[in-house]
């Protein structure tokens, strides 16, 4: 396997611009997850790997070849649709062995692959029928088939799990990561899932309009989002934002909202005096919060979900904003309207300029 | 024009079929009567032209004249059917037909793949232009171009040969028009699967599109035969020869002989059409998949 890079990509469609400038490389071996919402360039990204679209500026290596203008059969990297793209007048077998006929690798050999690639994703017995006679499920595990059985440098999965109802797609992500490993691939998978992205992302590249927001692993990103973009992207519920301005002094800086006032811990308080922003977001993930009797938020219950180990408090500030809290399923529960107070661990706060939207911190 | 009329009304009543049965009761027998009573006398409609000759090519000619007509024979006379083959030197006319139509059919399939393939996936400049000026010809009859043709067809030194035959009607804008939109169907996810498993646009033509486009190839197959056989117009131009006469101009000869052997005609007619007939029954399947491949998905 090789790595994969993305040099100062950029692409333009008409006047849309799909993918702004990217610089981006999925390591050797690693299983790099593009993450965005729709739109955001993620499929065009993935294109401009396997040849199938051109960028209009940058370069793509795979390996240590520049394969920039080398043509998507000749990059050596298998892709896996959302649609399976399976040849519907092929039986599973023919489908398999499709790239190896393309190759001309002798048919013994070709069959010999074929037979460990079917294996591998447990289709034997499906070898002999068509593509209409399988599951969803199945139909993946034969797209899959068709892209391991080249032994490309690099797999490409454009949301290949999207198809798959609740609970097939959780135990088929983690077969791919268990088949990641065992076949030690560069895998360059795009979603826009972000359960998908935290549990099967070495390294999680968020890209909203076409720019790279951040690119991390799963929990630095979930931890120290970059931007405001990042930070309510990922995590459910999502983080919660107040936008506000800080007054007092170095020692003692407070976050100021209408109705709202949090003291800042020192370690944010001093990255912030060197920014000195104006304006400042506030961020607060769901989980930092919790109903305290000598809390210094004062809110009112409006609304709670109860998803059996957890439950979702939507709450209303004093200014009217809302925010959500998490309250692990073994606490008792408020009740709906009631009054309560509510903190925020210190330590797990977050601050972001609100001008430019990045995070201010240590 | 026979297989529109037998053809086109199979997927409107299997429709209108499953509603009225989920909608049940009497009036569904009596809607499904009237169906029947309407499909029943289009197809007498069809038919009885067919019937007719059938029963004159067995009557002697002076019943074919008498009034009232007979509408069925009481003592037939079945070697009207040898006369014609052996006097009208059939077999040597639909043996002209067979090869200037498999010329035809052939050469309109051909390039109609090639470039509807070209109009569904390929990026070409003025592809749109060019795919209008495509369908633009469906609406020049032939007769108006006839002439223009003629003289090609002599200029090329193809005239009176079965090349000279065949050569005006090689490319076809509804057969270009069937198999984009044939081509068209195909998911671009199959395209781009086929590109990065290393495969260009002609293997990808040949070995994926063309099969998953066969019911649209069939149907045109079987349209492009139905034309070609038909013609008369331009085989009697083209040739000079009676030995590259095709079998609709041998008919003609064979009338052309005298009003006594119209009977001889009729059956000659019946013995021109067997051909057409055996091709229907064979691509029936594929004909009405190809037509309502469109319209259905699945
Ligand atoms: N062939 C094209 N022609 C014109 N615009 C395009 C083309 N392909 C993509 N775009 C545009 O580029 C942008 C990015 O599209 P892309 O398909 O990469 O998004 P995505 O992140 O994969 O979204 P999704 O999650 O919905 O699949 C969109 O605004 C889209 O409209
Ligand atoms: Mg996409």
Redesign the pocket.
Known sequence: MSRVALEHITKR??D?V?VDDLTLEAHDEELLVLL?P???????ALRIIAGLEAPSEGTVRIGDRDVTDAEAKDRDVAMVFQSYALYPHMTVARNVEFPLRARRVPPAERDERVAEAARALDITELLGRKPAQLSGGQRQRVALARAIVRRPQAFLMDEPLSNLDAKLRVQTRAELVDLQRRFQATVVY?T?DQVEAMTMGHRIAILDRGVLQQVDAPQAVYERPANLFVARFIGTPPMNTIEGRLTGGADHLVFEASGVTVALPAGLASATMSASPDRVVLGVRPEDLRLDPAGSLTAKIILIESLGHERHLVVRLDDGQTVIVRQPGDQTPPRDGEAVTLSANPDSLHLFDADTEQRISS | MTADAAILPGPVTASTEVATRRRGGPSRRVRLLGRYLLLSVLAVIVLFPIYITVVNSLLRPAQIASQPPTFFPTHPIFSTYSDAWSSGHLGHYLFNSFVVTIIIVGGQVLTSILAGYAFAFLKFPFKRALFVLFLATLMIPFEVTVVQNLTTVVSLGIYNTYAGLAAPFLAWGLGVFLLRQAFLGIPRDLDDAAALDGYGNWRFLWRVAVPLARPSIAALTVFSFLTAWNQYLWPLLVTKDEHLSTVQIGLRQLRGTSLENVNITFAGVIIAVVPLVVLLVVFQKQLIRGLTAGAVKG
Do not use: Q
């Not at chain 1, 729709?38 to 065009?44: A, D, E, N, V, W």
């Open positions: 469609f008409d849309v799909a965005g729709s739109g955001c360039g993620k499929s065009t795009v826009h």
